[in-house]
């Protein structure tokens, strides 16, 4: 059962916050990593509500400002999805006006995406309630603190994932 926080720093039972033992649950990068997601994740949700936008469909369109043109192919390898899982994303940027799709020049079958300056307006009260999230999420963090752990995430981001260990062969008798 989930246990919410009272505004005093106690839970619901009136067991302080910081009373618990975390025993070896204070050792797990995962676990702070999990921790630390869930504060962002509902921030963003609250600061992003008004446009209905999802953290991966802000990815999707920030990387469209950032590449003009780009092809959904080469938006969904940057994403790390599945070219569907993009197309979708696409799709509901669409919806919002906040992506175009054109026709490639030289291949009709690739779309071109971009920001369409009729949205400029609505993209730049996304941007500032953006950068107002990220604000609030570093607020304790000094700005060279912020920048080493920007740093750390992208090294574990972008770090070759460990082989799994191999699991032992059944035996016959094990069933």
Request: aromatic share 4%.
């Amino acid at each position: 059962m989930k246990q919410s926080r009272r505004s005093n720093g106690s839970l619901p039972n009136g067991t302080p916050r910081d009373a618990l033992g975390r025993g070896r649950l204070d050792g797990l990068l995962g676990y702070w990593l999990r921790r630390a997601q869930v504060r962002v994740f509902q921030d963003f949700a609250a600061a992003m509500a008004a446009d209905g936008l999802t953290p991966g469909l802000l990815g999707a369109l920030l990387l469209v400002e950032a590449n003009p043109g780009i092809s959904q192919s080469a938006l969904a390898a940057a994403l790390g999805i599945d070219r569907s899982t993009a197309v979708s994303l696409i799709d509901r940027l669409q919806r919002r006006n906040l992506v175009k799709r054109s026709q490639r020049a030289g291949d009709r079958r690739a779309n071109a995406l971009e920001i369409p300056r009729a949205s400029r307006t609505a993209f730049a009260r996304i941007l500032a309630r953006l950068s107002a999230h990220e604000a609030r999420i570093a607020a304790t963090l000094a700005p060279a603190d912020r920048a080493a752990l920007m740093g750390f995430l992208r090294q574990l981001a972008n770090a070759d994932p460990p082989p799994l260990p191999l699991r032992p062969k059944r035996r016959v008798d094990d069933r």
